[in-house]
C-alpha cells in the first residue's frame, strides 16, 4: 500500500541537521507534502525539499517573519494546531519544539523524530534565563511566564504523539523525563560519501570549530584554551550572538581567525585539511563530529550528551570530562600523542550513513503503521 505522508518541521530558515533530515525523508517520500511554522525559499533552491509543496503557518507573513520568527514564540503553539492535515495516512514531525503538536484524527499514525525536546524550557532553561538579552526583570518574568504556561501545552502536545523516534540516547532520555514517553533510537543521517577525503588528502596543522555562535555551545571555553596555546592555531567558523564577545575574547591571538559563515563546499574542505575538530557544548546528538570524522578528521569533544555516541574513545577521537579551557588543553595534549587511524574512521562513520538512515526509519514507520492498522481492524470487531 502507498501511504500519503505529510511531514511536519519546525521551521525552514536555515540549512542545519535537522534539514538534512527533512531531505532525507523528502528522498523516501517524494510525493510527501511539508508543512513548517516558517519558510525561506531562498534557503532551499538547491536542496530536495524545494520540490515539494511547502506549506508555511500564518506566522510568516508577519513582520519581519524569516528573519525575526523567535519572537513570535508564544504564537508558536496555535500555529503548529492551525495546520489541516485532513487526507494523511501518516505523518512525521520533526520537531525541536512545537512540530510535534499538530493535531491528527484518530485514522492517522503521527510519529515524531525528535530532536530534542524544547531546550530553552526544558533541559536549557536556567541557562536560557541568564541570556544577557532578557536579563532585565520585566523581560525575564514575562519570559518565565510564557515558558511555564508552553510546558504545560508542551506536555500534553507530546501526549498526541503515537510513537516517538530521539535522534539519540541522550534525547531518548530527555523524552522519557519531561513527556514520560518511551522513544526509539534512529541516528540522524550523515552523507558519508560527499565528505570522504580523496586518498592523498592532505593535513593541515590547525585546530577547527564551527557552529552557530550561542552561549551553551561553549566556543568561548575553546578561545580560552588557545589562548593559553599560542603555538596552536585555531579556526572559528560560524555567526551568531557570541561572534563580537568571541572576538574580544581573542584580542592580540593572531593565531586564533574567525571566519563567518562557511558555505557547504569550503566546510567540507576545511573538515578535510584540519588537523582536528573541537566540540565543547554538550550537546543533543551532534551531527558536525561526525562530518569530521566522514571527512578523516578527528575530534575533541566534551564527555556528555550526544557526543558519547558519535566518538569512539582514542580510535576516532579523545574527550575531555570538564566544561574549561583547562580539561581541553589536557585533551589536547592527548590528542596529539595518539595517530588515528583513517580505517577507523571510515569504519566508524559507515553506521551513520543516509542510507543506513533511511532503511531504519522505512522500517519503523511501515512495522508502526501494520500494527496501527491492525489495532484499528481489532477495535471495529
Not at 503557518?57 to 508558536?76: E, G, M, Q, V
Not at 565543547?280 to 578528521?297: I, K, N, R, W
Not at 522500517?363 to 481492524?377: G, L
Request: aromatic share 12%; net charge positive; glycine share 6%.
Amino acid at each position: 500500500m502507498s501511504l500519503k505522508v505529510a511531514l511536519v518541521h519546525y521551521w525552514l530558515t536555515t540549512y542545519g541537521g535537522g534539514e538534512k533530515c527533512i531531505e532525507a525523508l523528502c528522498e523516501l517520500w517524494p510525493g510527501a507534502d511539508i508543512f513548517t511554522l516558517v519558510y525561506d525559499p531562498k534557503i532551499f533552491v538547491n536542496s530536495v525539499i524545494s520540490r515539494h509543496k511547502v506549506t508555511p503557518s500564518f506566522i510568516d507573513r508577519l513582520p519581519l517573519a524569516r528573519k525575526k520568527f523567535r519572537h513570535y514564540f508564544p504564537l508558536f503553539p496555535f500555529a503548529v494546531e492551525q495546520f489541516d492535515l485532513r487526507g494523511y495516512d501518516v505523518v512525521i514531525s520533526s520537531s525541536s519544539g512545537f512540530a510535534h503538536g499538530v493535531i491528527t484524527d484518530p485514522h492517522q499514525l503521527h510519529l515524531c523524530y525528535m530532536h530534542t525536546p524544547l531546550r530553552y524550557a526544558w533541559s536549557g532553561y536556567h541557562e536560557y534565563m541568564d541570556h544577557p538579552e532578557i536579563r532585565s526583570r520585566w523581560k525575564n518574568g514575562l519570559t518565565r511566564m510564557i515558558l511555564h504556561r508552553i510546558r504545560t501545552w508542551d506536555y500534553l502536545a507530546a501526549q498526541r504523539v503515537d510513537e516517538f523516534i530521539a535522534n539519540s540516547r541522550e534525547v531518548q532520555r530527555r523524552i522519557w523525563k519531561y513527556y514520560r514517553r518511551q522513544a526509539h533510537v534512529i541516528h540522524p543521517p550523515i552523507e558519508v560519501a560527499k565528505l570522504a577525503p580523496a586518498s592523498d588528502q592532505k593535513k593541515e596543522t590547525f585546530y577547527l570549530t564551527f557552529s552557530r555562535l550561542v552561549p551553551y555551545k561553549r566556543v568561548d571555553l575553546i578561545v580560552e584554551a588557545f589562548k593559553a596555546m599560542p603555538n596552536h592555531r585555531l579556526i572559528v567558523g560560524g555567526d551568531g550572538p557570541e561572534l563580537e564577545k568571541l572576538k574580544k575574547m581573542a584580542q592580540g591571538a593572531k593565531h586564533i581567525e574567525f571566519i563567518g559563515f562557511i558555505p557547504e563546499n569550503e566546510k567540507i574542505n576545511l573538515l578535510r585539511q584540519a588537523k582536528g575538530f573541537i566540540f565543547a557544548a554538550h550537546e543533543d546528538f551532534g551531527m558536525v563530529p561526525l562530518e569530521a570524522q566522514a571527512s578523516g578528521t578527528p575530534v575533541i569533544a566534551f564527555r556528555k550528551g550526544g557526543s558519547l555516541e558519535t566518538v569512539d574513545e582514542n580510535r576516532t577521537g579523545v574527550f575531555f570530562d570538564l566544561q574549561s579551557p583547562e580539561s581541553l588543553i589536557d585533551a589536547i595534549s592527548r590528542f596529539e600523542a595518539i595517530d588515528f587511524d583513517p580505517e577507523n574512521l571510515s569504519a566508524w562513520v559507515g553506521r551513520f550513513s543516509v542510507n543506513n538512515f533511511q532503511n531504519k526509519i522505512r522500517n519503523f514507520v511501515q512495522t508502526s503503521w501494520n500494527i496501527y492498522t491492525s489495532n484499528k481492524d481489532q477495535d471495529h470487531e
